[in-house]
């Protein structure tokens, strides 16, 4: 009797325990409420788990405290291990962290992965997660039949998805995970550069790492959906549900890799050349750069194919055009007496040249042949070239768009292995920030271009590629190509991580192109709709070269602030140009905003782009905000007015930063005497770890960097300098800072040394 008892109080225990769960299923939105009272078709109970027809195996696993693994493959099938089927896009095929594998459409299962809840259950297979002790972040639904993932997108805006296509929230459209530089609105909206990592401002993001397909985001749900060349499985989805912005990019970082340590010099201004006449015009370009004091680092140099006149001789040449180039390796060495990189543009060549060996129709990129296809750029990275430009491949697949982008990565360190390579591509994948940097592509010169251009870096950064640019002035030029045009362009790619300026008609180009009466090589393509020449009044305008030149100096006097920036990026994920949402997330009015953006964590850039303005309307986020140009305090928290010149781009830095900035200086590494300057905005407590290394090297790996920490405090009105542990003093002591606190023009200059040093105000 007493045995019977105890397996009847049993039974109905497990009974209560699992009307309980299928309850809180309905509550938590894993069911339908008829499934819990009986109606409508249940799965039989532990019937094989199946997607698409195929037996099916689910593992559920942890990757970190905020991030799970939800994958579905085939039962006995493992991965292929060969080279050619190595995966490119995780930066490891594994994380060790705990484990649940189901073959059976068993009951509701409850999980606890770090910080995460999670609940598996069948019909339909649905993995919803929640953070512990608060609402559902996610609920993904599994479509048995297709493998096809249903998932919520909750309130607010959802970001990222890579380059390109309808900006800024993502809601409304359909987004192909499709490579294409012919992509929707080119002219407009650059080339299309997928990357399968969606995020939702209320609270969660998702990569789908297998299989390609298609994101649609016209309904109230999103839905993934395969595409039909695609297998269903496997299937490979990560869900993050951190909380901070911050923590939601440094997850992906970590997933697919944190972004490289670039040259330092790669920050610098990079003019582009294209369509050579000369060797004289060549270099004549270069002295009038140092005659003039206009900052530059880079020369960028266009290859034939894709103008009349390059440096090569043609796609996929690695010859010297000699009409322009007759002495290349005099040449470059003058270019680097001048303190100038020089890269050069790369088309990957015709399928037939480099292939797989009796296979003519290969890609010359794949995982296999990319080591081929860098020896035939050693005899011309041998006399010196500092970088390349890697054009187009968009037909290539995503590994091989991949192991392209790490051939311009690994290829240059096998020949100069302690030095930085340098790399700019128009194709890439989620990964390629491990890499190289990318810019968005042929646009045209008009005004709606550069608007758009705003959210199109925002959602490129967001999407873990914090190296980005666009051709400065747009690619072809139409009749809205003027002076004001490039010089808004130009003030905005001056807070890009890409400080670049090319295109056609290049020539005006050049900071004092706009006031020589000519235009240069023209190269207007009829097919380009809305292409044209401007106007030849526009071509005497003396107010665009020292515009220019402010903000050349500006960039370079900045340097030391956006370096620091780069190895916060190296190290965390979170990308140089930051939308509000990043620092902001409770403000919906920040969250909302696409014409603004975060350089950092304390500078406010709010690039003009209307044609003529004498205002621009912006939004300061909540807590006092001082107006870079004139030091005027204002209250954040509202939209304001700010009436710009074409000299101004408005600026604004919040209470509480402290900006470092160095002397004005010609090139990224040029030797100066200049003092280290420390700009303090009160109104907050605040601080800033100045990073520095040698710039070029790897030695930052071995240890040879130093972290300078400065501590405000605002009531106390005194900040405090010292090295951070580790730190190795890179530059000679004592070094002379000058600190200045906003908005007084007094300067306390100090000798620091080893030891931690005050300066009250």
Same mark, same amino acid.
Request: proline share 8%; aromatic share 10%.
């Given at each position: ?161 890579? =380059?390109? %296509?309808? +900006?800024?929230?993502? &809601?409304?459209? !359909?987004?192909?995970? @499709?490579?294409?530089?012919? /992509?929707?609105? $080119? ?78 010099? =790669?920050? %610098?201004? +990079?003019?582009?050349? &294209?369509?050579? !006449?000369?060797?004289? @015009?060549?270099?004549?370009? /270069?002295?009038? $750069? ?472």
């Amino acid at each position: 009797m007493t045995n019977r008892g105890s397996k009847s109080s049993d039974a109905m225990a497990a009974a209560r325990a699992k009307a309980v769960l299928v309850i809180l299923a309905c509550a938590l939105g894993m069911l339908p409420s008829n499934s819990a009272a009986g109606q409508g078709p249940v799965a039989r109970p532990n019937a094989p788990l199946a997607i698409a027809g195929q037996p099916a195996e689910l593992t559920v696993s942890a990757v970190s405290d905020w991030t799970i693994r939800v994958q579905l493959g085939v039962v006995g099938v493992t991965k292929p291990s060969s080279p050619q089927e190595e995966d490119l896009v995780l930066a490891q095929p594994e994380w060790p962290g705990r484990k649940l594998q189901v073959r059976l459409t068993e009951g509701v299962k409850f999980l606890r992965f770090g910080k995460l809840h999670v609940v598996v259950s069948p019909n339909p297979l649905t993995i919803t997660v929640r953070r512990s002790g608060d609402r559902v972040i996610q609920r993904l639904e599994i479509e048995g039949a297709t493998g096809n993932i249903s998932f919520p997108l909750g309130d607010g805006p959802v970001y990222g998805l890579g =380059a390109g %296509g309808p +900006q800024y929230d993502r &809601r409304g459209a !359909t987004y192909s995970m @499709e490579n294409a530089h012919g /992509a929707w609105n $080119l002219a407009v909206y650059g080339g299309r550069m997928p990357i399968p990592w969606l995020i939702g401002t209320s609270g969660w993001a998702m990569f789908v790492h297998q299989p390609l397909g298609s994101f649609d985001l016209t309904g109230e749900e999103g839905r993934f959906e395969k595409w039909p060349s695609e297998l269903a499985l496997p299937l490979d989805v990560f869900v993050v549900g951190a909380p901070e912005p911050t923590e939601v990019m440094k997850e992906y970082a970590r997933l697919t890799g944190f972004p490289h340590m670039p040259p330092i010099w =790669a920050l %610098g201004y +990079q003019q582009s050349h &294209r369509t050579l !006449t000369s060797r004289e @015009e060549i270099l004549g370009v /270069a002295k009038t $750069l140092r005659v003039k004091r206009l900052p530059c680092d880079v020369l960028i140099y266009l290859g034939t194919g894709w103008c009349p006149s390059g440096w090569n001789t043609g796609h996929g040449s690695f010859t010297w055009n000699s009409q322009v180039f007759p002495d290349p390796q005099k040449m470059i060495q003058e270019m680097h007496d001048l303190n100038f990189n020089v890269v050069l543009h790369a088309v990957y060549p015709p399928k037939q040249l480099y292939g797989h060996a009796g296979d003519e129709s290969a890609p010359v990129e794949d995982a296999n042949h990319a080591a081929n296809y860098w020896g035939k750029h050693l005899e011309v990275f041998r006399l010196g070239i500092n970088g390349w430009w890697p054009d187009a491949a968009e037909d290539l697949s995503v590994n091989a768009r991949l192991a392209r982008n790490r051939m311009y990565w690994e290829g240059p360190q096998l020949e100069r292995p302690d030095v930085r390579p340098y790399a700019l591509h128009r194709t890439g994948y989620a990964g390629i920030q491990r890499y190289g940097w990318f810019w968005s592509g042929d646009v045209n010169s008009t005004w709606k271009t550069l608007r758009e251009h705003i959210p199109v870096a925002l959602n490129t950064t967001l999407s873990g590629i914090p190296y980005w640019g666009t051709d400065i002035g747009g690619f072809y030029p139409t009749p809205e190509f003027t002076g004001e045009l490039y010089v808004r362009w130009f003030q905005f790619m001056a807070f890009s991580p890409l400080f670049r300026s090319h295109g056609r008609a290049w020539k005006l180009r050049l900071p004092w192109g706009w006031n020589t009466g000519e235009i240069g090589p023209t190269e207007i393509n009829p097919e380009i709709e809305g292409s044209g020449l401007p106007d030849a009044s526009e071509l005497h305008n003396p107010a665009i070269e020292p515009t220019c030149r402010k903000y050349l100096e500006l960039r370079y006097r900045l340097m030391p602030y956006l370096y620091t920036l780069v190895r916060e990026t190296h190290d965390t994920g979170i990308p140089i140009m930051r939308p509000l949402w990043i620092h902001y997330p409770g403000d919906p009015q920040a969250v909302a905003r696409s014409d603004e953006y975060l350089w950092g964590r304390d500078i406010l850039v709010a690039p003009v782009v209307e044609k003529g303005a004498t205002s621009r309307r912006l939004y300061l986020p909540p807590g006092e905000w001082y107006d870079f140009w004139t030091e005027e305090k204002v209250e954040g928290g509202r939209e304001i007015s700010r009436t710009v010149d074409l000299a101004t781009l408005p600026l604004y830095v919040r209470a509480g930063a402290i900006v470092p900035m160095g002397p004005v200086k010609q090139y990224a590494l040029e030797k100066s005497d200049g003092p280290l300057s420390l700009v303090v905005y009160p109104g907050a407590d605040g601080d800033f770890a100045l990073y520095e290394d040698d710039g070029v090297t790897f030695n930052y790996q071995k240890g040879e960097w130093s972290r300078l920490r400065l501590t405000w405090s605002d009531q106390q009105r005194r900040i405090n300098l010292r090295w951070e542990k580790g730190s190795r003093v890179l530059t000679s002591l004592p070094r002379k800072i000058e600190v200045r606190l906003v908005p007084e023009k007094t300067v306390r200059t100090v000798q620091f040394t080893i030891k931690p040093l005050e300066v009250k105000f």
